[in-house]
């Protein structure tokens, strides 16, 4: 697994689905001032690297979670990966809304799943894990087991890390912010005095500044 982390964190830089800016941070949805970002939607615009998360998250079901009947993504950023995923692995898909629609059936579920199943969710990526436990709520809510997740990337956040613990949910990624750090450095993508900056900002990112 250590291979395809590494192997993946190279894949993300050189589509530029990872943007480093240790001096001019982004701003996140959530208000936080971060100098890493992550767009994993970029991967579905090219071919070979679709491909691969395709198999790869394919690869760690079967791998870690083999009790596993059926896929379910997390709206929005992980429908089309879930769906690929599910299709590989011939099971059933749905995705999970954010909230519920204000129109038609007020769905939160988008799907049908069989009765019993057990799901594995298909997320992008994981930041303080909040939006991703909420789906696994939602599931569990509606009478389905969940198996475990998996996601393309997560930032390791220790936040996330005892969200999950206290949830009850296995988490497999297919790679993670050391493994990105580590190539960005190796590549000359960012200095070795960008490092230290990238470490304080993962330790309270909630109160980063440059």
């Known amino acids: 697994m250590d291979t395809i982390k590494k192997d993946f964190a190279s894949k993300l ?27 994993n939607r970029k991967t579905l615009s ?31 950023g992980a429908i089309a990966q ?13 995705y999970v ?16 799943l069989p009765v019993g199943a057990k799901v594995v969710v298909v997320e992008d990526l994981i930041s303080t894990g909040g939006s991703s436990l909420k789906a696994v709520e939602v ?23 005892e969200a999950f613990a206290q949830a009850g949910v296995k988490l497999i990624t297919l790679t993670d912010y050391e493994h990105v750090v580590e190539r960005a ?4 993508y960012i200095q070795d005095s960008d490092v230290e900056l990238l470490h304080r900002w993962r330790k309270d990112p909630a109160h980063y500044q440059v």
């Not at 941070?25 to 971060?34: D, E, M, Q, V």
């Not at 809510?141 to 996330?160: H, P």
């Not at 450095?185 to 000359?188: A, D, H, I, K, R």
């Open 97 to 112: 809304r954010s909230k519920a629609k204000d129109h038609g059936m007020g769905n939160l579920i988008e799907g049908e």
């Open 185 to 188: 450095l190796e590549t000359g």
């Open 82 to 94: 879930g769906a690929m995923v599910a299709d590989e692995l011939n099971m059933p898909f749905c």
């Open 139 to 161: 599931l569990r809510q509606a009478g389905f087991e969940v198996v475990g997740m998996v996601a393309s990337y997560t930032y390791g956040f220790a936040v996330a890390e």
């Open 13 to 39: 830089l050189e589509i530029k689905a990872i943007k480093l800016q240790p001096q001019n941070p982004f701003t996140w949805a959530s208000g936080w001032k971060s100098p890493f970002y992550c767009d």
């Open 46 to 76: 090219f071919t070979d690297v679709r491909s691969y998360v395709k198999l790869e998250l394919a690869h760690a079901i079967l791998a870690h979670f083999p009790q596993a009947t059926a896929v379910a993504g997390v709206a929005t």
